[in-house]
């Protein structure tokens, strides 16, 4: 799970940047494909934005704070869980 956390984040400033990009076929690409990866590791608020901007990519503006949440969730989990290995 880690390393689909870490691949997520790693991932996630490009997926938002092409969002909040200006064509619509990208937009839609990429909030389809943040869907998915966001609908795997729970992150169901996230998701569900993203479903919104694939169906209509005029509420692109809305992933940003749903993304800005779930990347400090899965930091803080990430932190969380290499404390737990760390004892």
Not at 24 to 51: D, M, N, Q, W, Y
Not at 54 to 61: F, G, H, K, T, Y
Request: one cysteine or more; a negative charge; hydrophobic letters at 45%.
């Amino acid at each position: 799970v880690t390393a689909l956390v870490e691949t997520f984040l790693g991932e996630l400033e490009r997926r938002r940047a092409a969002i909040a990009g200006d064509d619509p076929e990208s937009i839609a690409r990429e909030a389809h494909t943040l869907k998915s990866s966001a609908r795997l590791l729970g992150a169901f608020h996230l998701a569900s934005v993203c479903e919104q901007v694939e169906q209509d990519p005029s509420r692109a503006p809305l992933v940003h704070d749903q993304a800005v949440a779930a990347e400090q969730a899965f930091r803080a989990w990430l932190s969380e869980h290499s404390e737990e290995h760390a004892r």
